[in-house]
């Protein structure tokens, strides 16, 4: 049997493992004969642990500690707006426990979906229930390197896309993560790298590089609205239209999305915002009610009477507009482009004054 419910974060960052818990109680209140409880939340170093003490409890308490049962951890891997494909044709398979059988077990249950070769790999339950966390950390790393690599680009003159293009042709890094933008947000690495670092200062181990992932990241946002204030002034009674709500393309996931810490920011300056994304409406309408922010019917409807674009997520459908269209429907053919979509020397001789993010910038 599987668990797979929430691990919100608390307070202080840490994962909230009640939800598994709960389940795991209500196994051992049920449990009549042999099972494998698999957790695929994401959950701390020790999980495992306090799921098999939940369950042994509950069993205890219904005199019947005869009934075998183990504990895997099995973490999920799955991307967002990718979910089936990645059940289906999963990268790795890991298992973690410390019974043999009961790791054959779980290879012949995955079986049907590694036979393109892709391994199940057995490792011990603290260090699979570690490797999501570390997983995500590290894509986030990335993130953040790159994003602190584009602000040194725009001091020295040099262009990140070149500089990703010449790190990542390296196949001991490969060019997975490393493009620069407005940081890393959704579900999964914001809420994961708060409880790895919650977990090493629990453990006594600094975490210093994982704190400059998040304060590279929370800076991004801030340092590109710093942007549109310096090119436009006063904000306020400016009417901006953004482009893309969601944390990324192929979702409605508004959690940690870096339009929130924009919108929070040029709101509070007083602007007028008109936002489109193709799925994320609602979900944006929910989390931010404002006065000064509209939403439109697509991405043309946004521009009417833009003193500038902001785009924010990197939707297909935004990644070869008809600039002729854009520039006749803006005040001000200004773009602030948050995921580098477009040629700034294609923008410039199409009359844009064009702004992103490590790269040569409009004069």
Known sequence: MFIAVGTPPD????ADVSNVLEV????????ERYAIIVIKSTAPVGTADKVRDAVSEELRGRGRTDIEFDVVSNPEFLKEGAAIEDVMKPDRIIVGTDNVRTAELMKELYAPFVRSGHPILTMDVRSAELSKY???AMLATRISFMNELAS???RMGADIEQVRAGIGSDRRIGNAFLYAGLGYGGSCFPKDVKALVHTMKDAGVAPLILEAVEEVNRRQKISFVGKVRSHLGSL?????????LAFKPQTDDMREAPSLAILSEILADGAEVRA?????VEAARLLLPHDHL?????????????????????????????????KSLMDEPVIFDGRN?????ILQNQGFRYFCVGRSQSA
Request: glycine share 8%; net charge negative.
């Open 152 to 154: 040194l680009c725009e």
């Open 134 to 136: 570390a997983a995500n």
């Open 11 to 14: 307070d202080d960052g840490a």
């Open 341 to 345: 979509q477009y040629d700034p020397q």
């Open 294 to 326: 509209t939403y439109a019917r697509d991405a043309y409807d946004a521009l009417e009477g833009a003193h500038a674009l902001i785009l924010v997520t990197e939707w297909h459908l935004f990644r070869n507009p008809d600039f002729e269209r854009m």
């Open 24 to 31: 795991a109680r209500e196994v051992g209140r049920k449990l």
């Open 236 to 244: 306020r009674g400016k009417r901006i239209a953004m482009w893309g």
């Open 276 to 280: 489109y994304d193709p799925v994320a």
